[in-house]
Structure formats: structure tokens, C-alpha cells
């Protein structure tokens, strides 16, 4: 069975040594975060995802959720788990005071919602999906919306689902079907199917807060394959009373839980609304002429509609979480196929015997194991300090004066947040799978546990828009929008640190892989300006690539700064500062194999990016 030991060591170290989250008390909400209370969270948070999350894992994929005469059942042990769960606070870290949170800043609460996870994704997803959605209602619901259903679904009371996808569309919104009528008390009538919506139902709380995606009809009582007519809608699995109790039934149901590859314990829910009672969420659809209003790179003229801000919001939100999921599984994962080849004897090292005492070395000494492993964490490092990295700067923008902070902000938030969902998922899977090898056979059985992080992390390349879906939003929109202006802060950042660290000899083993990563994505990106206008399938070609080494060498990025303050660590432990000098040993390995091992990809992925998209576009589609 597999084990989970939160990585509360390397957490610090990302938001203490790196971040200096400690030392941010001039920024709001981090005014009582000293680094004991950090901790006091940190450790609350290993507890709870050791002792109570991860036991319900193996139980969660084995039983997974049943429809039971119109009732959804999670597993075995996740209702009281859940109970636990909020009665801690943790679902609410984040959430606003003034609605019942505890404030406490994204940068923590992301580094606690990696160790639930990690611990348990099926579970964690319960509540994510409600801090989205609560989040979308405190950005965009009316007023009365506010005050009846927020405070419930951050204590945790409720949950919240997102509906999105139907039977005949997923990400191409255009095609969806499901109506909404206005009726004349300013409510709506709801009609149509959902598919895969995860915890769209369960027998956890009292109530599910569905935010939905609908399109009100024309006039003609007519509905179009655009997106002007769409809205976000919520509706309740029960109807709500002015003083908050519950009312009657609405008209929502659950017709069947979507048998799946992984994420079992998480009910994927097939949701049909007859005639059910919405609210609709920001102002009506208004015509327009405003391009390239889709999360679908498809639909690049329909007319947009402003109350699908808040769905947009949500997804943004939703899309950084998801890239976390990657990174999360990737850990545990790594945990256990490191600690398998400490232990497990097979062979001799071809370097000599390493240990004559026993029978056979471990597999820890073959090359090959150790380059599995060291792909998985030099990934698995990186990126956390990267999502933290990106939450700290939104910390930092908010209360900044100085406009440019805030574009900077959200210039790169925009820029890496298809990177960080494709790039961090795609790794998230590559790492469970390498992982996986490691254990040869026995990994392949269900005994060890090790192929059901491979199904759960399966996932998450697919929902919250497709990764391929990702990269044609990062090459097809946001490379070029606001004047290319995110690129461009994005290549001033890399140069920043290049130009900073470039005297320093130590650094140089960091320093020109991170140039050379640079200018290759540089000239990628040149390239898709040269030759994507007249030829859009060059981009479509080649935008998986560019998400790729765009990913790569903000993580190279990543790492350079990453082995800066280990060499300065090192040097404090060197003059008699207490510390673990193997501890910032180990970060600099890590370091110098990301930059030998996965930034030489990026010349291969500028080749193929170069390639263009004439042969692939050639053979007919009769031929597939």
C-alpha cells in the first residue's frame, strides 16, 4: 500500500527562503503570518492529509460513488472525513473573513491544498470546486445571491459544481443547447443535460450549488450556435428560502454517475435540469461585434456575452488549481517509487558492488532508476515554487500603487496560466508513469497502489479545457494580446535574472542553459509572428511544442533562482548558521539536471515548431 508523508520541508523552504512569506507583513493579509504560524498551518494541514485523507484513497478508487435509487453514495468514510474536513477550517483557508474564512493568503492556502491532493484528489476536489464557485458569486452575483448562498458554501454547508460540457459539445461553447427562459419574477427556467460534472452530486452536504452555462433565447424563442446568448446561471439542487433554510426540490437531477478511468471517489455526474429555478449571474447578453470570445479557439467572430465573465473567472481560477493537481500527484508518487528503490534489491550496480552485504544492490543505484527519479523531482520542485512564485506576485500586485506592478502581475498570471494547467499536467502524468517503472512489475498491479496515480493524474490533461486546447490559447491568443505584451515582460524577467546572476561563476552552470532556453523560445516565437497570419495551421502545429518549451524554461527560470539561494544557504550553514547542507545540496542537483536533462528538449520542439503545419495538414481525413 502506498504511503504519503507531507513535503513539508521543501514547502518551507519555497515560502521562507525563496518567497520570504514571513517577512510580508506589509502586504494585506499578511499581517499575522509569521513563520510559526505558517507552520501551526502547515503541520495542521500534514495531519489532517496523513491521517485522515489518505487512508480514504485506496478505499475511494475501490468503491467509487454509486447511484443509489436517485442518490448518490460516496465512498465508505468520506461523509464523516468531510465533516472533519470543514470543522477544521480547511475548506475556507483562503475565503474572506467578512464570509466566514480565515483570509489567510493563496500563496499557504496553495501550498495546503497541494498536500490534500496529493493525500487524496478525488476528495480535495469536493471542496475545490466550491472555492471556485464561491469565488465566481463574491466577483459577480447579485447582492441577495451573496448573502443566502456564500456564507453557507464556505463554511462548507453546501458545495458547488461547475456545468460546462453536454453530450454533443465540450469546450467549443457555441453548440451548447441548454436554455434558460426568463420568467416574470426575473428568475429562469432552466432545460438540458450535463455531462461529467464533477461532485454534481453526493450525499456529503445538505445542499449543491450548481453554476451553469445556458443561452438565452431570442425573441423568436430561438437559440444560435454563437456565444451571444450565453449566461451563468445558478441553480440549486434545492431552492432556497429569503431566510436561508431550504425549500422544495428544484428541478435537477442526477440520472447517473459516470463510470471512469480514475479520480473514483469523486462523483462525475450526468445532470438533467427540467423546467429547474435559476439566478442568473451578471448582466444579459448583449449583441456584439467583439472577437475571439470562446475558450474555443474555433470561435473567433461569434458575438460575446458579459455574463459569462464569472464562468471565465471560475475556469482561470480552476485551471491553476488542476495544474497543482499534476504537480501533487507527481509527489506522492515520487515518494513512493524512491523509497520502493532504496529497498528493493535487484542486480549489481555496473559500477561495482555497493553492497556486498546483501544479495543484491538496490535499484537505487541504476542510472536509469535515478534518472527517473530525478526527473520526477527536479519537475515535481520546480513546480511548486513556480505556483507559489505566481501567487506571491498577485499578493504583491494588489497592494502595489504602481500600475506597471499590477499589468506585470497580470500580464504573467495570464501568460503562464495554460502553461501552468498543459505543462504541470502533462509532467503530472509522465511523473506517475515513470514512477510506476520504477517498480517494474509490481507496479503494474494494483497491489502497490502505484497504477492508480497513474489513472488519477489521467485526468487532468482533459478537464478544465483540454491541454491541446491550452497551448492554441497561449499561441493563438495570448502571445499576441495587449501588443504581445506578456511575452515580452516574460523574456524581460528571464533576461532580468540572467543579467543578475551572470558575474557569479557558481550560477554558470545555470545560467547559459537558462540563455539558451530563452533564445530558442525567443525564436519560436518569432517564427509563429512570421508565419502563423498567412498560414494559421503553423501555429495549431506547432502550439503544443511552444507550450512545452515555454514550461521548461520557466521552470529553468525557476530553478536558477532556486540554486541562488541554496548557494547562499550553503554559505550561511558554511559560516556557522544553523541548517541541513544536504538539504541545499540536493536543490542544486536537482537544479543542474533540469538544465542538462530537460531544457536540450527545447531544440528539438524548435525544430518541430519550425517544421510548420503542411504535412501534417496533407493527408486527407479519409486517409486516417
Known sequence: MPTYTAPLEDIRFVLFDYLG???ASHLPGFADMSRDTIDDILNGAAAIAENVLHPLNRIGDEEGCHLENGIVRTPTGFADAYRTFCDGGW??????ESYGGFGVPAVVAMAVNEMMTSANQAFSMYA?????????????????????????????????TMNLTEPHCGTDLRLMKTRASEQPDDTYRINGTKIYISGGDQDLTENIVHLVLAKIPDEHGQVRDDLGQVNLFLVPKFLVNSDGTLGPRNGVTCTAVERKMGIKGNATAVLVYENAIGYRIGPKPEASTTKGATDSPVATTAPRSRGMAGMFAMMNMARLGVGFQGMAQAEIAYQNAAQYARDRLQARSISGVKNPELPADPIIVHPDVRRMLLNIRSFVEGARALGLWLAMENARARAAQ???VKNRAQDLGDLLTPVIKAFFTDMGFESTNAAMQCFGGAGYVRDTGMEQFVRDARILQIYEGTNGVQALDLVGRKLSAKGGRAAMTFFQLIHSTINTYSADERMAAFIAPLKTAVDRLQRATMWFAANARAYPDNAGAGASEYLRMMGITAIALTWTELAAVSLRRIAEIESGTPGRRDFYQAKLICARHWMERMVPETAAQLDRIEAGGENIMKMHADIF
Open 128 to 160: 475545490g470546486l466550491t472555492g471556485a464557485a464561491s469565488a465566481a458569486l463574491m466577483g459577480f452575483a447579485p447582492d441577495e445571491i451573496k448573502r443566502l448562498y456564500i456564507p453557507k458554501m464556505v463554511r462548507g454547508t453546501w458545495t458547488g
Open 91 to 96: 475548506n475556507r483557508l483562503s475565503m474572506p
Open 21 to 23: 512569506v514571513d517577512q
Open 402 to 404: 504602481d500600475e506597471s
